[in-house]
């Protein structure tokens, strides 16, 4: 827990562009966040191409940084974007970058996931595939509730607003579960 004794938390966003439903998804988690949580959005748009050679010589500077990020955060929430059928190349590339030896940051750590896609499943197919990768990173997600925002192109407006009640409800739920899931398993520091 953070000094305050609130739960600290690491936002990863999968999309990189400006006007992303999934960024505006996690902006309104974050405006949801219980009282004492402390939410920071990780920068993961300077990361290179996975390359075992250049890890081989040490982690660059981008990789580093979001490595210590994850290690001190209790808790990691993921905004995940689908692209054909799997998490977006630029979140799964932080995601390997990140998960190398030694000390691999995201093993024990609470997390959630909440997603956004022009399809009607709403991102399920890439959520699914990031739960499986959570197995070998050993992370422990919540499970409900899912937040999928299905046809996010009609759900939020152009300032990046999310206009449907039952979504936002969800989010702010998610918040709370991730909460009480921190507190209750403990993020590992
Ligand atoms: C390469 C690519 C693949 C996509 N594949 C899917 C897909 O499998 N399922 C889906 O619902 N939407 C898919 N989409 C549409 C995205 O859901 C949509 O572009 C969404 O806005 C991306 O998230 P963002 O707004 O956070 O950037 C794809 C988009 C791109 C660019």
Redesign the pocket.
Known sequence: MSDSGGVSVLGICG?L?K?????AALRLAIAQKPAGMTVTVADISQIAPYDEDVRAQGFPLTVETLRRQIAGADAVLFAC?????SMSGVLKNAIDWASRPPDQPFAGKPCAILG????M?G?A?AQGDLRRSMVFLDMHPINKPEVLIGQ??TKFDESGKLLDEAGRGFIRDMMAALDRWTRQIGGKK
């Open positions: 999309s562009r006007a992303s439903y999934n960024m974007p689908e692209y054909n059928y956004a896609a022009a399809g499943a991102g197919r996010a192109q």
